[in-house]
């Protein structure tokens, strides 16, 4: 008898920065369920967003194409094109029950002006998920409301969760994890998508007493300036409690698989959306280039038997557009031809040799339109990051930055003006602007001035 495809969850947080894990190293935050996978798989220490903003990222998620093809902004004009493959119906082809729990992000304002929290997402814009409950956006983390329909095609109407948002999210998760987990012959896609960590920064009480802002260790980049400092202690003290309490949830999960006997079948890829600057060269919150905002957690574990596959980190640039492709990777199905991510997947399997010719040389990352965010950067730009360690970022026809990470891994010494680094800046910008046209984007790159 042919055996079962491995079951899959994603699990991701929104705005969890991928520096933000104790098991990096920082001083504020105990993240042991999000460790141990870490640990006991793969870790992309490197993996970014490729578009550090909501919607967008999601888009790229969901479809494996770059936010320019389809929604590039939060809130989008449109919601998401029912008639594009997602990975739901890419999945469902092969076999896979799919779920979808929480947050979607997909859909747009309400031309009524209804609460992104409680507008209703009709079937078509759910992204072909066999179940589906969820709500478009929240900013409220013990006020949000879900609907959606089963896989049955019942409706879940809209109702409130009764506690804390992710502890609410994760009590549906594993009621589903229960229920696909009762098909042994028919593998599942599992999704839970968390808003926190998320302004406003808010988390149970025994999570909050936990952190203190008086006491938390800032990034060496927050500049000395009592206004950003005062910001930044007081969110991150919200902000690392969500994380801690995401950790414990996805503890739940891991042993819910174990309790279910589902563990050693299942892969757990964790991630998030983007980062969260939190004071780091004065700006907050997403949507600019430093790496506090663009880096996320990206984790594939789970039970799969050890000799199959490998562990510990790698510092391979997996980014928003290659999820799709790597999750499709991970599980024997090659990623459709008009697709252009990359599959990541051999870092995770031992029978494959690494890393392969055609792994890209670099990432493409881009903010294709500004966002009016008190203390964020008000440019569209682009950028490139190169696996040996140097990033080159644009504003319009204009040099924004370029780093030497290796050397600087907090972004403090901006080299573009530095004539010194000329000939790297326009090796980079060549670069950059192979990635826009091969992307089929668009971008006034600056003009070098005469040597």
Same mark, same amino acid.
């Given at each position: 008898m042919q055996k079962k495809s491995p079951n899959i969850l994603w699990i991701f947080g929104d705005q +969890? &920065? $991928?520096?933000?894990?104790?098991?990096? %190293?920082?001083? =504020?935050?105990?993240?042991?369920?999000?460790?141990?996978?870490?640990?006991?798989?793969v870790h992309f220490r490197r993996a970014v967003a490729t578009n550090p903003?909501?919607?967008?990222?999601?888009?790229?998620?969901?479809?494996?194409?770059?936010?320019?093809?389809?929604?590039?902004?939060?809130?989008?004009r449109e919601p998401l094109d029912p008639g594009l493959p997602t990975i739901a119906t890419l999945l469902k082809k092969h076999g896979y029950q799919t779920s979808?729990?929480?947050?979607?992000?997909?859909?747009?304002?309400?031309?009524?002006?209804?609460?992104?929290?409680?507008?209703?997402?009709?079937?078509? +814009? &759910? $992204?072909?998920?066999?179940?589906?409950? %969820?709500?478009? =956006?929240?900013?409220?983390?013990?006020?949000?409301?879900?609907?959606?329909?089963?896989?049955?095609?019942?409706?879940?109407?809209?109702?409130?969760?009764?506690?804390?948002?992710t502890d609410s999210l994760t009590d549906l998760f594993l009621e589903e994890i229960d229920r696909l987990g009762q098909n042994s012959d028919q593998p599942f896609f599992g999704v839970l998508s968390v808003q926190p960590p998320h302004t406003p920064n808010v988390a149970p009480p025994e999570d909050m007493a936990r952190h203190n802002p008086a006491t938390l260790k800032l990034r060496p980049n927050v500049p000395p300036v009592p206004r950003i400092e005062e910001l930044a202690r007081r969110e991150l003290a919200g902000y690392y409690a969500q994380i801690e309490n995401l950790d414990r949830n996805v503890g739940r999960v891991l042993k819910r698989l174990y309790e279910r006997d589902l563990l050693d079948d299942t892969l757990v890829i964790f991630f998030s959306d983007h980062g969260d600057c939190m004071g780091s060269h004065g700006y907050r919150e997403k949507s600019s280039p430093w790496e506090e905002s663009i880096r996320i957690p990206f984790i594939i574990g789970g039970g799969v038997p050890y000799h199959n596959r490998h562990s510990g980190p790698v510092d391979a640039q997996i980014s928003a557009v290659d999820i799709l492709p790597t999750t499709l990777g991970l599980v024997g199905i090659q990623k459709p031809a008009d697709l252009p991510g990359?599959?990541?997947?051999?870092?995770?399997?031992?029978?494959?040799?690494?890393?392969?010719?055609?792994?890209?040389?670099?990432?493409?990352?881009?903010?294709?339109?500004?966002?009016?965010?008190?203390?964020?950067?008000?440019?569209?730009?682009?950028?490139?990051?190169?696996?040996?360690?140097?990033?080159?970022?644009?504003?319009?026809?204009?040099?924004?930055?370029?780093?030497?990470?290796?050397?600087?891994p907090y972004e403090m010494a901006n080299l573009a003006f530095n004539q010194r680094f000329f000939p790297k800046r326009k090796e980079l910008q060549a670069r950059l602007k192979k990635w826009i046209e091969d992307t089929g984007d668009s971008f006034d790159l600056p003009e070098f001035p005469p040597e």
């Open positions: +969890h &920065r $991928g520096q933000a894990l104790s098991i990096l %190293g920082d001083p =504020n935050v105990q993240t042991p369920n999000i460790d141990r996978l870490a640990t006991e798989g903003w909501c919607c967008p990222f999601r888009f790229s998620l969901t479809t494996g194409h770059y936010p320019h093809k389809g929604i590039d902004r939060t809130p989008p979808y729990i929480g947050k979607w992000h997909l859909h747009g304002k309400s031309k009524d002006g209804a609460d992104e929290n409680t507008m209703i997402v009709p079937p078509v +814009h &759910r $992204g072909g998920f066999d179940t589906w409950i %969820g709500y478009e =956006n929240n900013n409220s983390q013990y006020n949000t409301w879900v609907h959606g329909h089963r896989h049955d095609n019942t409706e879940v109407p809209l109702q409130r969760l009764p506690d804390y948002e990359f599959d990541y997947s051999g870092y995770f399997w031992r029978d494959q040799s690494l890393p392969r010719p055609d792994e890209p040389d670099s990432c493409y990352i881009q903010h294709t339109q500004f966002k009016r965010l008190h203390d964020g950067l008000n440019l569209p730009w682009r950028g490139v990051v190169t696996n040996d360690g140097w990033k080159y970022v644009c504003i319009p026809n204009a040099p924004f930055g370029m780093w030497n990470l290796n050397e600087d």
